[in-house]
């Protein structure tokens, strides 16, 4: 009995043993499935993290493109609201303001200025320029550019409307008439202007000159077109922004001279004069000199008066500081402009149309001076080369943004001013000197060569675009053994 009793304590014991491992194998089983539960999760979470991180890798790579013009618009905005605290009055919209001053002005003109003909029809006329840039600084939108201040970018579009305006009404008079309005301008105006060639004598060293040695040179580097072309080419650069483009339109006006000496004798230029004055010095120095200028306002700071920004409870009363109006007169920014001229057609179109809109505002020049019977010295010469760099400043802005960016899919005002302020000086000259001009014939030495370099140039375009890049420059490369 006693075995019996054993055996069965014994069974017993090992009954409870299976049970526990029954009960281990169970636990066992709950912690292999909740840490498979976690191991799980943990997999889930990593993935959610990793799917995260690369949604935010594509996206700051989607962004890349964008940074750069991003990162400017922010801190372009933030420095355009410190300005505002800055110079707090400035920045305030004065329109009651302004509409009593120019309305006192208005009066005390209009009743105390002597009456008579041509003094009243010259007055009216200003008056009326003033009242639409009145209204243009004040309601016109903004452009792109805040430097010196909005509004001085809203009179300059105001000064090109005026101008297209003025362009227009010239185009519906008739030469002799235009040119007594501009002898009204200008009592001086008025006259023929004599015939003027800068090659009748093309010998570089004269020695045989009792004045000097280089006698022809010295004419030529005294004359006014010299610090034209230095100065103009500094302002271009700065413009256009890019020297592969400068370089091409100082070869490519240089052809134009060539090709219009038949019609103005005052492109008739000595080969010393086309390559060493113009191209190799004049050009090359105005376009380092821009290059020289746009690294170094890359360069600075754009904090540019050199202090750190006044305490908010100081802001008010700094308007006066003259660092801090001086520096209204400094670009904020200063972009760089990556034309990409072979990236697409409508890069390479737009750069193309870019280069023959300028090379036309330089030829109008020489143009309109001659039908007009404006000397070069006369100062309404430089005043149109003032108001072109001014609209065309902004103009060339908004067309680089036209000409580069996908989804701007409208032209910029002052890109409109620009391109019907140049179309309506081309009408101009056609009609005041069309009847003159057709009557000279065209040189062989001039006609063929544009035949033949237009074709090229036209079958290289298309050979480029439509077969090279398309079908030889995708293919993909084979390694050789």
Known sequence: MQNIRNNIEINN????????????????????NNSDKNNNNNNNNNNKI???????????ANSNSNRGSTAVANHTTEQTKKEQDTLNFFYKPHTILALIIAGIVTIYFAFTKEQSQVNSVKTGILASCAAFLLFSMLQMRDGLFIRPHPAFWRVVMGVGVLYLCALVFMLFQSADDARIIMKHIDSKLGEPLPERSYADNCDLYTPNSAESNFVNLK???????????FLGWWGKTLLLRDYRLCWVLSISFEILELTFAHLLPNFHECWWDHIILDILVCNALGILMGLLTIRYLHMKEYNWAGVEQPKSEERKKSWYNPITLLKQFTPQTLDTYNWEILSSWKRYLGVILLVVLISIVELNAFFLKTLLWIPPPNPINVYRLLLWCLIGTPGLREYYQFATDGKTKKL???AWICIANVFIEVLICVKYGGAMFWQIPTPPEVKYPWIIGTSVFTIGSIFYFAIYKKFIKTQPKVKSC
């Open 13 to 32: 014991s090992s009954n409870n043993n299976n049970n526990n491992n029954n009960s281990n194998n169970k636990s066992n089983k709950q912690i292999n």
């Open 50 to 60: 990793n799917n995260n991180n690369n949604n935010n890798i594509y996206n700051m």
């Open 219 to 229: 004419h030529t580097v005294n004359d006014e077109f010299i610090w034209a072309h």
């Open 412 to 414: 910029g005002a002052m």
